[in-house]
């Protein structure tokens, strides 16, 4: 199957978390007639049941298409889908490079967010072809005129024939299809130059290997090109290479210039499959790599331990087969004194830790306790030696260290000025620092901020949402290392130190944030046989102090007529409760509070 | 010991009201001797009398290898009626009619019952045979006749269900007695010579407080029953009080129950009872008998609609069906079940360290053929260490802090 170039669009869909991406594109799927409504489930890009369940995007997916065009022709529309979520920003941006157009939802009511804006500079710095839709017309707080005409304010581009369309009504979804053809330009590669492909995705499959989603820059490729990866240096044979059904790989003779597919080839491990990284040909190789590589670093960190020690095994095979599919995670081994044996991952963000501990939970039966989140601190020690810090419990003691670094975000929040103090002064109390302040419209606000990456992981999106109702969104990434004063949080419990809840806090907030930890461990911390007095301690000095009180009494009174099943029940339900507990000291400590602890809320 | 003498609970699942707590397998008939209350004691009759000719030679034999390892259901239809595993030629010695209310049916149908058991069964002659009266059932002019009749037909027992002396606390309980009632049945059966009486209260219930609940205890002691049972309320799903939000019941705080509970053992301690079992305090010799046979894993044969047995190692009850028990009583036995040795170890420990005399190694060791420390030593060694229990010669028992967490300590039994 020969395809001229002319005739195939790439192009991805950006917009606002909720402003109508996914249903987009399942109507773009649906009209295209890859599907029939009834195979139509719903969101079909979304293939993981975590994905769905979220609503959003966690992997790029990509689908193919076939559009019968006005004009009488057939194009060929390679979607492809990008992650939802700053996480995964790096993935985005290599999403996009796979495109040469993208298509920019608005929600008509909503107008333009803080993502919005992210994705569109985005895709822009891509030298992507960004056409607007604005979605929702069909709900009554719809103001399309109004949105269209803050596009071209904010945005600059061209808005005024901007399709206007319900995307879940299935409205105006055939000007978008029309718009696609004609405003997102045709790829313009040399399909004679030598094969130069870039890496957008990668996937494990049991039985074909890692998948390898890419675009053919140039060149062509096809089943026994020797190919290898210009970045890690990996080299083989393709054995197949195909393009995306929905949901499924079809196999297909080649790929070549302007197109989107997949490539396998004897390769066993992710890790040398890297997003960004550029395919070739290895006895033709192109003179030189797409731009754009990088390798990931992860950006969070947490101690992710067994709730049974005997599961670490277990565990250890868990994160080994989720890296198979994931190449951002990273674990190393570690042990603590509270928790015993376990695993120290890296993670591109709160999200992805979400996301991957829910996998190991729900698909891995494994019980987990996990520990606080932390970012990566840089210690200049006074030896001059540099140390990258994930565990708080290795923190150095303080006559070692020279000074420390902790890493910022460039946020971006907009918000209606309704909000704008609650909002600053939510930034001030997170160490932010502020950089612009640029009023959008007369209602709206994009405030510019410096933040330490410390203070937004846990709980900011909460906190943003809780003071702004809802009417603040917010986009990040991350810019730089900054010199910091911080100190090293301990907590005792029962008078034993607990490594696994120790944590890096900025000096000024330890007693504060001291006192917080004390407060929401009594409150996660079930009563015991006994008074239990929590700590919370700074270089050894106490700071702040909580004391749980013993419970009182644990008695089931009737067992009626001598029957005893009801009875029996009851202690096995105790007996599984207990499994929920770990041991420290004396103390027996809810998992969950590991985590929770961190969790203070916004008050 | 399990075995040598039997014990029987007949269930009478009918009340005037449900109250507002309770769970128990029962139905309002809204007054005494309905035709359906009839029915029931009728058929209750020939249930008893359906045991007639079994014996513990024709029972059927049930696979011991099977019953290694893995507990199991065991299938009516291949094994039989379990109820004839009971060798009704063996000394009963304790008989206890529960409810519901057992005396929503006139004294007429309970001697008939009892008539029915005598002839079936050989009870011993200081049988104690049991009764719970709801003190709100009779009328003024029929107090003293049901209860002679009672005693006339072998009744030496009776347990009342005053719950609370305070007249709002009754009322959120949903009771349908108060105070005079309760004192008026407790003077008739005195009366009637009745002298074995147990009277039933309630703890952490809506509205209680310390000072409320101490006069309770002053009221019932004025009386000096031989026997209290003092039971905390639970709050269970399904029931009024499971149906509303828990603020809205008025419970005492934890600590404040936890007052309570300390007082009624400091103040019936001082008032010459024991506690003998968790929640159940007696004078000396008065401890409930029937109660127990629950504890320490005697046999007992539940008669009735939802009764529970325990024979040998089989557990089985009765259908809880209305309908299927009436049309069918005399095969009504269902969810027929072989303890497994680790079952009935863990039994042994959590049945009998209710008791505050707790279980004893030699007859662990008489059971099951391994001492108690083979299967527990680790466990109770852990629980003496943190003061909840304690050993007394053969004994090992739950200390007064262990008893506070009695599920605690019980469910680290579980194998």
């Known amino acids: 199957m020969s395809i001229s170039e002319d005739h195939i669009r790439n192009f991805s869909i950006v917009a606002h978390i909720d402003h109508g991406k996914s249903t987009l594109a399942d109507r773009i799927i649906e009209k295209t007639g890859l599907l029939t409504e009834r195979e139509m489930q719903d969101q079909v890009l979304d293939n993981m049941e975590l994905e769905r369940e979220r609503g959003i995007t966690i992997k790029s997916q990509a689908v193919r298409t076939v559009y019968q065009a006005k004009n009488g022709e057939e194009y060929i529309f390679n979607l492809i889908d990008t992650p939802g979520h700053v996480d995964f920003n790096y993935e985005v941006s290599r999403s996009l490079a796979a495109c040469d157009g993208a298509i920019l939802v608005v929600d008509a009511s909503q107008g333009i967010e803080a993502q919005t804006l992210a994705n569109v500079y985005l895709a822009l710095d891509h030298d992507l072809e960004v056409f607007p839709v604005i979605n929702k017309i069909d709900l009554p707080s719809a103001r399309p005129d109004e949105v269209a005409a803050e596009i071209e304010d904010i945005i600059g581009i061209e808005a005024a024939d901007a399709p206007r369309i319900s995307a879940k009504q299935g409205i105006g979804i055939e000007d978008v299809l029309e718009a696609i053809v004609e405003k997102i330009p045709a790829p313009t590669g040399d399909p004679k130059a030598p094969l130069k492909a870039l890496i957008f995705d990668a996937v494990y499959d049991s039985y074909k290997g890692v998948i390898v989603f890419i675009r053919v820059m140039d060149g062509v490729v096809k089943k026994g090109t020797p190919i290898k990866f210009m970045a890690t240096g990996a080299a083989d044979e393709v054995i197949e290479v195909g393009y995306f059904g929905a949901g499924q790989f079809i196999p297909c003779d080649e790929l070549s210039a302007g197109m989107v597919g997949y490539i396998t080839a004897s390769i066993k491990e992710l890790k040398q499959t890297r997003v960004g990284d550029t395919v070739t040909n290895s006895a033709q190789p192109c003179a030189e790599a797409l731009p754009g590589y990088k390798k990931v670093n992860p950006m969070v960190y947490c101690g992710v331990y067994p709730a049974d020690s005997a599961k670490y095994p277990d565990l250890r095979d868990a994160l080994e087969k989720l890296q198979l599919n994931d190449a951002s995670l990273v674990y190393e081994p570690e042990t603590s004194i509270a928790l015993g044996f376990g695993f120290r991952c890296g993670f591109l963000g709160l999200l992805h830790l979400d996301i991957i501990t829910e996998r190991l939970e729900r698909e891995y039966d494994m019980d987990l306790v996990t520990t606080a989140p932390g970012v990566v601190y840089r210690i200049h020690k006074a030896d001059g030696e540099l140390m990258e810090l994930t565990n708080p419990a290795n923190m150095p003691d303080p006559s070692e260290i020279d000074y420390m670094e902790e890493p910022y975000v460039s946020a971006e929040i907009m918000v209606s000025t309704e909000y704008l103090g609650a909002i600053i002064s939510l930034c001030q109390e997170r160490r932010g620092i502020q950089t612009g302040m640029d009023y959008i419209e007369t209602t709206r606000v994009l405030l510019k901020y410096e933040l330490p990456l410390n203070e937004i992981i846990y709980d900011f999106f909460d906190a943003l949402k809780s003071r702004s109702r809802g009417y603040a969104s917010f986009d990040y990434e991350l810019s730089e290392y900054k010199r910091s004063e911080l100190v090293k949080l301990d907590i005792l419990i029962n008078h034993e130190y607990v490594d696994a809840l120790s944590f890096i806090v900025f000096k000024d907030n330890a007693y504060e944030r001291g006192k917080r930890m004390c407060e929401k461990l009594k409150e996660e911390i079930p009563r015991q046989l006994f008074d239990i007095p929590l700590q919370a301690a700074v270089g050894g000095k106490i700071i702040a102090r909580e004391t749980i009180k013993a419970y009182r009494k644990d008695v089931l009174a009737k067992c009626y007529g001598g029957d005893i099943s009801r009875k029996r029940k009851l202690l096995e339900k105790q007996k599984e409760g207990k499994k929920k507990m770990r041991q420290i000291g004396s103390v027996e400590i809810p998992k969950k509070a590991f985590l929770n602890v961190l969790k203070l809320g916004d008050e | ?415």
């Open chain 2, 1 to 415: 010991m399990p075995g040598e003498k039997l014990s029987l609970y007949i269930h009478i699942p009918f009340c005037i009201k449900k109250c507002n707590y309770c769970d128990f397998l029962s139905f309002p008939t809204g007054g005494r001797n309905t035709p359906l209350a009839e029915r029931y004691a009728a058929a209750l009759l020939r249930e008893a009398e359906a045991l007639r000719g079994g014996s513990l030679s024709e029972a059927c034999q049930v696979d011991i290898n099977q019953a290694r390892g893995q507990s199991y259901q065991v299938d009516i239809n291949q094994v039989g009626d379990p109820s004839r595993q009971v060798d009704i030629n063996k000394p009963v010695k304790s008989i206890y009619f529960g409810g519901g209310t057992p005396n929503i049916l006139s004294s007429e149908w309970i001697t008939r019952i009892l008539c029915k058991l005598k002839r079936l069964f050989t009870i011993e002659k200081d049988a104690e045979i049991s009764i719970e009266l709801n003190p709100g059932v009779y009328e003024e002019k029929e107090r003293h006749r049901e209860l002679e009749a009672l005693k006339e037909a072998g009744i030496n027992r009776i347990s009342i269900g005053l719950q609370s002396a305070c007249a709002a606390e009754l009322k959120r309980l949903g009771r349908i007695h108060d105070l005079t009632a309760f004192l008026k049945l407790y003077e008739e059966a005195l009366n009637c010579g009745f002298e074995n009486i147990n009277v039933d209260l309630m703890t952490g219930i809506p509205l209680q407080t310390c000072d409320s609940f101490a006069r309770t205890l002053e009221k019932v002691l004025e009386l000096r029953p031989k026997h209290i049972s003092a039971y905390s309320l639970i709050v269970e799903e399904g029931t009024p009080f499971g149906e509303v939000p828990l603020k809205s019941l008025d419970l005492p705080d934890e600590d404040e129950e936890y007052e309570i509970y300390l007082m009624t053992r400091r103040v019936l301690k001082q008032a010459g009872y024991e506690r003998y079992e968790i929640s159940n305090y007696a004078l000396p010799g008065y401890e409930c008998a029937h109660n127990l046979v629950y504890w320490d894993r005697g046999d007992y044969l539940g008669l009735g609609l939802g009764a529970a047995s325990l024979i040998g190692d089989l557990r089985f009850s009765n259908t809880g069906q209305l309908q299927k028990y009436l049309s069918a009583p005399g095969d009504a036995r269902e969810n027929i079940h072989k303890l497994t040795e680790k079952e009935a170890m863990e039994e042994f420990m959590f049945l009998g360290l209710r008791k505050t005399a707790g279980v004893s190694r030699a007859d662990f060791k008489r059971a099951f053929g391994y001492d108690m420390d083979e299967i527990y030593g680790e466990i109770i060694a852990g629980e003496e260490g943190a003061g909840l229990m304690e050993e007394d010669g053969d004994m090992v028992r739950l200390t007064e802090r262990g008893m506070d967490a009695a599920n605690r300590v019980m469910s680290k039994f579980l194998l």
